[in-house]
Each structure stands twice: as C-alpha cells, then as structure tokens.
C-alpha cells in the first residue's frame, strides 16, 4: 500500500475516530470536563515539548562529540515534534500517540523502531531507492577521455 494511500486512510478515520470519542466522553464525563481535558493536554503537551527538546538538543551534542552518529537522537527529535504536534491537536486519540511520541520513557523505543524500521529496508520506499542506486552502481557504462592515435 502506497504512502498516499495511507495518509488518506488516516485523513478519514482518525477524524471519525476522534468524533466518536468526543461523544463518549461527553457522556461520560460531561462537555465542560471534556474541554478543559482537551485544554488540559494542550499545555501539557506544549511542556512536555519544551522540557523534553533541551535533553534532546543535550543527547545530539553528546553524541557528536563522542563521534557517535547521532540517528537515534534525530529521530528522537522527529517523534517528539510529531508528538507535539499532535498534542496541540484537539481530541483523545491523537492525544494518546502524541503522549506515546512525546514521553521520554517510550519515545526511545518508538526511535528504536524507527530506526530499524528505515535502516534496514523494511519498507517498500527504501528498497525501491537503494535497488535503482544499486543497478546504477552495476551498469556496464564506462566514462573517460580517448585520444585517436594513428600507426
């Protein structure tokens, strides 16, 4: 299944989704108490992006100078502006994989994941890149300079 497709699937459940738990809670725990849950992790959320940039920005320095690349911090960095993100998003579902991007006890794993996920050609995109840059590296196509010289 391509990305795009993907991306569309989400377009169309998550907002329904999030509609769905929005009706829930409001009968769970009424409308105001759902809004300042809402606003509630907003700003949570907006703490959590704040703290939790500055260790990460520290871990990418430290990593540089110990000569380690540093992808999992990158990607570290990645989940948690996503996370982000989807924290400031108004609704319950998008809350929860925000929280699980954000948080510094399981952002490490997700990274982790990531990490395989991209570096090892687990995905179809990936492979696609490398095999064309590998036939490139096969062709039978040799470049240089010739001079003509007569007997």
């Known amino acids: 299944m391509r990305f795009s497709h993907i991306l569309l699937i989400l377009m169309i ?8 738990l929005f009706m829930i809670m409001g009968e769970a725990i009424g409308i ?9 992790t907003a700003v949570v959320g907006s703490y959590l ?12 320095q430290t990593s540089i100078e110990q000569g380690i690349p540093p992808t999992v911090s990158l990607l ?9 993100a989807l924290l400031l998003t108004p609704g319950f579902f998008t809350d929860v994989v925000g929280f699980l991007c954000a948080l510094p006890h399981s ?3 997700l990274a982790h994941l990531l990490a ?14 490398q095999s064309k840059h590998a ?5 039978t196509t040799i470049e ?8």
């Open 76 to 84: 570290e960095g990645v989940l948690l502006i996503f996370g982000g």
């Open 13 to 20: 459940v998550v907002p329904i989704l999030e509609i769905f």
């Open 49 to 60: 992006l704040r703290t939790q940039g500055t260790s990460i920005i520290y871990n990418l």
């Open 144 to 151: 240089g300079n010739y001079r003509r010289e007569d007997d």
């Open 107 to 109: 952002r490490p794993y």
């Open 135 to 139: 036939n490139k590296q096969h062709s």
């Open 32 to 40: 105001w108490l759902t809004l300042l849950l809402i606003i509630v």
């Open 116 to 129: 395989h996920y991209v570096f090892t050609g687990q995905n179809t995109a990936f492979k696609t890149s």
